[in-house]
């Protein structure tokens, strides 16, 4: 294993996905988010006038000396600009964000930033389920993939995941409802099977626990793993907590570990997996940090603030360092008692969302 | 000829009487109709738990009786008003901002007063302190002096995108009167378009202070001026230009703000701060703003001072305060000469600490003592309202 070959995506997309302590990741990252920060300068003018902000043209947040230095960029400027660092006649695949209201982040990948990152996905993810694929059922609809206007984060989230398994059953019609038969019939086909089930919470809770509940329908599955994601915004609504979530699943599922996963469209690719321990893991090509909401410094581990998520894959786009609006804290780096290095962390909720947006606007 | 005000469409009426819907004489300045809308500002100042609000007990404030008789007698004067009364008042149709809260009840007590017919739309997503006002409304309509108001004032609460309500309102009034912004207007604009109308797009505002005076008081001042509706009124100061202040004097004004901010009102929240982030970083990606004196050492950040944030700047265009959106960000530059603030159309208010510089100002659509920018005058952004609304049919429609 080399270190120091950060600009080597054949070589360090090889790194042990939760393998590398801190000081090792540092040696990688700090010169990986450098040149990203550099290249990005080069080749996106807006994210170089964002560096040239503090005034300097040649700007000393290109060269940190720690990784949790560099500079990010606010999640929301993903919606308002076309931010790219590769011309109009690279752009491979536009990535749409799944927001229901106000504008979605556009996000542009050329044929290497998509490869590389659904390697990347690839290697997390196998850590998880193993290397061998898995009999699947994905608690949505077929329907769901099927959107012309561009792809969305949920159409890429469930194609991203049904590669990782086989004999595909969607669990939900075109209008969201449980197909019974089916389930009934793939469970019975894989019951003695590792089944990989995969969904969004919300509609993994509603649609599908809530459903087979209502029809006093139990399974008895072995080893099987459930992933899910997406947020817990609706899931507060109704009162469920991570814990409830859990119970109830292995209640009406049988043996199923559940991992919750924290990941966006900003920085596909890269995601979060949430451990034995329910805490969210940073896979090797990825820090985080956590911010005051005032004053923007860092905060110690333990401290509620604004989550900066550091990822070494955005290379099309300057999504290397970004500013998210979710609040989160971090517990450790390290020394999760799991055993998988790197910072391990837990998600508070988002900022609640101002509701007048700019000046004076009468027309919505 | 009279509109039907019903509608199909999901229209709530949070406020209309049935008498409204009738044809009501034209009444401008009369004295039974200037006690109905001083009435309004005694049963508001009357409630000691709307001290709190100060945007509201400054609209009281402005209605007050003495104030009120004032202008009674500048119009009655006129030789305007008189050929109006016993006529029939005329219709006008405010739409009001979603931002500022309080707007919507000067323009159509303004016009109530000379002798129209109004109906003001609200948006659903209208703040908390329009709702408190529609309610105090009903509440002082149903009392004896009241009643006479509610003939001449409806509210009316619907999505901008139900249209045809939008066009039927537009039918019904001789006189539509919109509160920016400016895809607002353009939108509007576009629903019966031969409406006449007046219109009140973006604007924006800033401060120019030498703090000659007391500190701590120019701080109060320009606290009243910059807390109100989370910065986002057109007459909100949304940078300060410093005329040759040096710069511990600034400190020093920063250190008062952050003292006196504990117990100033306000409603900015853990949002709006996270707003002032994503602003700074958007006017630097679209606008190129430059921080002044940055040590290099962290990427670019405002200065937190309580709810407020604040950065200084190398230099203000424009286009910069022109994209600024409210959520208490002041940003601040240098300046040794009153011209370096740059002329543009959309520049409404300079606000003063130092009355001898509004003979040299020739920017902006007025000049106003700092803790005033936010006060209510019948001259609004360069348009006579009482004009305006005195005589409806005076204004040109789009086409003619």
Redesign the interface.
């Known amino acids: 294993m080399q270190i120091d070959d950060y600009n080597n995506a054949a070589v360090f997309s090889q790194f042990p996905v939760y393998g590398l302590n801190s000081v090792q990741k540092q040696a990688f990252l700090q010169q990986r988010l450098n040149w990203l920060t550099h290249h990005h300068a080069a080749h996106c003018p807006?994210?170089a006038?964002?560096?040239?902000?503090?005034?300097?043209a040649n700007?000393?947040?290109c060269n940190i000396e720690h990784i949790e230095?560099v500079?990010?960029?606010?999640a929301?400027?993903f919606k308002?600009?076309g931010?790219k660092s590769i011309k109009d006649d690279e752009v491979f695949r536009l990535m749409r964000s799944s927001g229901t209201s106000g504008r979605q982040s556009q996000i542009y990948l050329d044929a290497d930033s998509a490869k590389l990152q659904s390697q990347i996905l690839v290697k997390t993810l196998q850590h998880w389920l193993g290397k061998q694929r898995r009999p699947m059922l994905i608690i949505d609809a077929k329907e769901t993939m099927q959107n012309k206007n561009g792809m969305s984060a949920r159409a890429a989230g469930l194609q991203g995941m049904s590669f990782f398994g086989r004999n595909h059953c969607y669990a939900l019609d075109e209008n969201m409802q449980l197909r019974i038969d089916e389930v009934k019939s793939f469970i019975e086909r894989y019951h003695n099977q590792q089944i990989f089930i995969f969904g969004f919470t919300f509609i993994v809770w509603q649609q599908f626990i809530q459903a087979l509940q209502s029809l006093g329908l139990k399974f008895n599955l072995q080893q099987a793993i459930l992933i899910h994601g997406g947020g817990w915004k609706k899931m507060q609504q109704q009162a469920v907590d991570d814990k409830t979530f859990k119970q109830q699943i292995n209640a009406q599922l049988g043996d199923v570990s559940v991992h919750d996963y924290y990941g966006m469209v900003e920085q596909t690719g890269t995601i979060y997996m949430q451990c034995e321990h329910g805490h969210l893991h940073c896979p090797v090509w990825s820090d985080v940090v956590v911010r005051d909401?005032?004053?923007?410094a860092q905060l110690k581990n333990g401290q509620q603030g604004?989550l900066q998520v550091n990822s070494a894959l955005p290379t099309s786009y300057p999504g290397h360092s970004i500013?998210t609006?979710d609040l989160a804290v971090i517990h450790g780096e390290d020394d999760c008692p799991c055993g998988r290095l790197g910072k391990y962390f837990t998600l508070h909720g988002r900022?609640?969302?101002?509701?007048?947006?700019?000046?004076?606007?009468?027309?919505? | 000829m009279t509109h039907s005000l019903k509608f199909i469409e999901a229209v709530k009426w949070p406020l209309k009487t049935e008498n409204f819907a009738n044809p009501q004489n034209n009444l401008a300045w009369q004295n039974k109709l200037v006690e109905a809308v001083a009435g309004f500002s005694t049963f508001i100042l009357k409630q000691a738990e709307l001290k709190q609000f100060p945007e509201i007990i400054a609209l009281a404030y402005w209605f007050r009786p003495a104030h009120l008789k004032q202008l009674q007698a500048e119009q009655v004067a006129s030789d305007k008003v008189r050929p109006l009364v016993g006529k029939t008042a005329g219709k006008v149709f405010h739409i009001a901002p979603a931002n500022v809260d309080t707007v919507f009840l000067y323009s159509a007590l303004l016009s109530v007063l000379c002798g129209n017919q109004n109906i003001v739309r609200i948006s659903e997503r209208s703040g908390d302190i329009t709702r408190m006002l529609v309610e105090l409304l009903k509440l002082y309509c149903q009392s004896p002096t009241g009643k006479l108001l509610a003939n001449y004032l409806a509210v009316a609460e619907y999505s901008a995108q139900l249209e045809n309500v939008t066009a039927q309102l537009s039918r019904w009034c001789d006189l539509r009167v919109i509160w920016g912004g400016d895809q607002s207007i353009a939108a509007i604009s576009q629903i019966e378009p031969n409406t006449k109308q007046i219109e009140f797009p973006d604007r924006y505002s800033v401060a120019l202070l030498s703090l000659n005076k007391d500190i701590k008081q120019t701080a109060q001042q320009f606290l009243t001026d910059v807390l109100p509706f989370n910065q986002q009124a057109c007459s909100s100061p949304k940078a300060i230009y410093w005329l040759n202040v040096p710069e511990e004097k600034q400190q020093d004004f920063w250190s008062n703000i952050e003292n006196l901010l504990p117990n100033s009102r306000n409603q900015l929240t853990m949002s709006n701060k996270v707003e002032q982030h994503i602003l700074l970083q958007k006017l630097a990606v679209e606008h190129g703003i430059e921080l002044a004196n940055h040590t290099g050492k962290s990427f670019a950040k405002i200065k937190s001072i309580g709810p407020l944030g604040q950065c200084k700047v190398k230099k203000l265009t424009s286009e910069m305060l022109a994209a600024h959106s409210g959520n208490g960000l002041v940003l601040q530059t240098d300046i040794d000469d009153v011209a370096a603030i740059t002329s543009n159309e959309k520049l409404q208010s300079v606000i003063i600490d130092d009355q001898t510089l509004s003979e040299t100002l020739y920017v902006g659509k007025r000049s106003v003592q700092i803790g005033q920018a936010l006060a209510f005058d019948t001259v609004w952004d360069g348009q006579n309202l009482l004009e305006c609304f005195i005589n409806t049919t005076s204004i040109n429609s789009p086409n003619s």
């Open positions: 807006e994210y006038r964002l560096l040239t902000c503090i005034g300097e700007s000393p947040m230095q500079p990010p960029v606010a929301r400027l308002d600009y931010l909401i005032n004053s923007l604004l500013l609006e900022v609640p969302n101002s509701q007048v947006r700019g000046c004076s606007d009468t027309f919505s």
